[in-house]
C-alpha cells in the first residue's frame, strides 16, 4: 500500500476524468439514471403505445451509460470509443430531433432526444459537442 487512497494507474492509460471531464462524466452520469428511469417506466406500463420513442429512449441510455464508462476507464482505447459513440450520439440527436420536429406524428410520446433534447434542457445536443471537443483536446494534450 502506498498510503494514498487513489489506485496506481495502468501503464500507458490516461485519466480522461480531469478538468471538465469530471463534469462531464457527471452530468452522463445523470443523463443516464434519466434516460435509462424514463425508458424502464414507459417500457413496462405503456409500451404499445410509443415504442419506437421509448425504444429510443433506452437506446440513449444505453449510450449515456458507455460513455460514462468509458470516460472513467481512460485510457486510449477508452477515448477512441468514446469519441465514436458521442459521435453516434450527436448524429442520434440530430437525427430524432429533426425527426420529430418534422413527422410529429411518428412520436406519440417523446424521446430523450425529441425536439434535440428540449424535454432535458437541450443538454442531449450540447453534451455530445462538448465531449467530442474534450475527447479531441485530451489527445492533443497527450501527443504535446
Known amino acids: 500500500m502506498t498510503g494514498t487512497d487513489e489506485a496506481p494507474a495502468e501503464?500507458?492509460?490516461r485519466k480522461l476524468i480531469t478538468g471538465p471531464g469530471i463534469l462531464l462524466v457527471w452530468l452522463y452520469g445523470v443523463m443516464v439514471v434519466g434516460?435509462?428511469?424514463r425508458s424502464a417506466v414507459q417500457i413496462s406500463t405503456d409500451f404499445g403505445r410509443a415504442p419506437l420513442a421509448?425504444?429510443?429512449s433506452a437506446l440513449a441510455g444505453l449510450v449515456y451509460g458507455f460513455i460514462t464508462y468509458s470516460l472513467v476507464r481512460?485510457?486510449?482505447?477508452?477515448?477512441?470509443?468514446?469519441?465514436?459513440c458521442c459521435a453516434a450520439e450527436l448524429v442520434g440527436v440530430l437525427g430524432v430531433g429533426a425527426w420529430t420536429l418534422a413527422e410529429p406524428s411518428a412520436f406519440p410520446d417523446a424521446t430523450v432526444w425529441s425536439d434535440f433534447g428540449m424535454?432535458?434542457?437541450f443538454i442531449?445536443?450540447?453534451l455530445p459537442v462538448t465531449a467530442l471537443y474534450w475527447l479531441r483536446r485530451s489527445r492533443a494534450a497527450t501527443e504535446a
Open 11 to 13: 501503464p500507458g492509460r
Open 54 to 56: 421509448y425504444s429510443l
Open 35 to 37: 434516460a435509462v428511469s
Open 124 to 126: 442531449p445536443v450540447l
Open 119 to 121: 424535454g432535458y434542457l
Open 74 to 84: 481512460g485510457g486510449e482505447r477508452a477515448r477512441k470509443a468514446a469519441l465514436v
